[in-house]
């Protein structure tokens, strides 16, 4: 059953755990961003591509249509609450970062945009397979 998920999800897990060092590691060290909300939109991205990472693998690489209440869950629910998660870890766990709920609400934006792409991908997906918009 592991291997199974594993094997499923290996490109969302993968993704996570390049997520979670990306959010864990030391930016005392790194230089300065180019620009002064960089790490907002580092957490849009992070999170767009999240959504859209878990709805690939949930539609097996895009040859299946697959339910709405999946895409919600995968796609939008699963990375907003990973945000939580990794900001309340910040906050609580760690000495050289801290937990800010500005990145959560950008880490939010992008799961809800990477949600509305899915959602467009998969009515593409649906009409591919049966010729019929929807």
Same mark, same amino acid.
């Given at each position: 059953m592991k291997m199974k998920v594993i094997k499923k999800y290996g490109l969302s897990i993968l993704l996570c755990l390049v997520i979670l060092v990306l959010c864990f590691m030391n930016v005392s060290a790194l230089p300065e961003a180019p620009m002064t909300d960089f790490d907002k939109v580092a957490h849009f991205v992070m999170f767009l591509g999240l959504s859209g990472v878990v709805?690939?693998? =949930? &539609?097996?690489?895009?040859?299946? *249509? &697959?339910?709405? *209440? *999946? /895409? @919600?869950? %995968?796609?939008?629910?699963?990375? &907003?609450?990973?945000? %939580?998660? /990794?900001?309340?870890?910040?906050?609580?766990? &760690? @000495? =050289?970062r801290s937990g800010d709920w500005m990145d959560f609400v950008f880490d939010a934006i992008g799961s809800s945009v990477g949600l509305a792409i899915c959602l467009i991908i998969n009515r593409r997906l649906g009409k591919e397979k049966t010729g019929i918009p929807r």
């Open positions: 709805f690939f693998d =949930n &539609t097996l690489y895009l040859k299946l *249509r &697959t339910s709405c *209440r *999946r /895409i @919600v869950l %995968g796609s939008f629910l699963f990375p &907003t609450l990973f945000s %939580g998660v /990794i900001e309340l870890m910040q906050e609580h766990f &760690t @000495v =050289n």
